[in-house]
């Protein structure tokens, strides 16, 4: 760190005082981000072993009796979405940091969160030709000024294709089950028109959080019913089922 980094780094503390978007103490260096270095360090990956797809803690047996592992739910129902990422569990630290980013705006942190889907997003780059942002509806865009989902998407060193439109505003999922959020994500979504001229691409779906999965599914659906072959989604955090 240079000198001059650490003079600016003082002066800050001292008349603005920042605290930590994630544990509200006061920032040691401010210039660094709104997060604090024992923050990003404190955010943990998922416990292997893991389901194959949808990347969902498994039980330990499992992984040991079954080559390719996959998690109760994954085995029952066919789904459009490959495989599944994300950097940890949607809690903590990693919790507060999605919601600075996406509900107070904090957007500066979005690179180092793309560094660390890229890093614990193993191989789910490798080979992809686009990493393809879930779109918000226009009037939840405005509303917001910015789509949390793109901002992560800049950051992954893949180029960026607006392959999706939101054509229905759905209503807000959080609190639905995860049936009646199929349900509700249903036609919610469209193709552009370099959405179908993905033909037989490998593509990397990109959003903050997987809860249920249900958005990534409608979004994968209709990106398969238009010709590409494989879809991956890579998410900041992902609402963890736990191990059965
Ligand atoms: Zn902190
Ligand atoms: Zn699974």
């Keep these: 760190m240079t000198a001059m980094r650490l003079v600016l780094d003082a002066l800050v503390s001292v008349v603005l005082a920042p605290s930590c978007a994630a544990c509200h103490e006061l920032l040691e260096h401010p210039t660094g981000g709104p997060v604090c270095g024992r923050c990003w360090r404190s955010i943990l990956p998922l416990t292997p072993p893991l389901c194959d797809r949808c990347g969902d803690p498994l039980p330990a047996w499992r992984a040991i009796s079954v ?38 705006g904090r957007r500066s942190l979005a690179p180092r969160v793309s560094a660390l889907m890229r890093q614990r997003g193993g191989d789910m780059l490798d080979g992809a030709s686009c990493a393809i942002p879930v779109p918000l ?31 229905r505003a759905t209503a807000t999922q959080t609190g639905l089950p995860a049936a009646q959020r199929h349900r509700n994500m249903r036609d919610a979504f469209a ?54």
């Excluded at 109760?72 to 600075?100: E, K, S, T, W």
């Excluded at 405005?142 to 939101?166: C, K, M």
């Excluded at 072959?229 to 089922?241: F, K, N, P, Q």
Aim: hydrophobic share 40%.
């Design 67 to 104: 080559p390719l592992a996959r998690c109760p739910r994954c085995r029952r129902a066919r789904r459009f979405v490959d495989r599944a990422r994300a950097i940890g569990a949607y809690d903590g630290v990693l919790r507060a940091v999605v919601h600075a980013l996406k509900y107070e």
């Design 137 to 167: 509806h226009p009037s939840r865009r405005r509303h917001r000024g910015f789509n949390q989902a793109e901002d992560l998407a800049r950051h992954l060193r893949l180029p960026v294709v607006a392959a999706l439109d939101r054509v």
């Design 191 to 244: 193709p552009t028109r370099s959405g179908r001229s993905l033909e037989d691409c490998v593509v990397v779906l990109v959003d903050d959080v997987c809860t249920t999965g249900a958005t990534l599914e409608a979004c994968a659906s209709v990106l398969k019913a238009h010709g590409v072959r494989e879809v991956r989604a890579l998410t900041a955090a992902r609402v963890v089922t736990p191990p059965r």
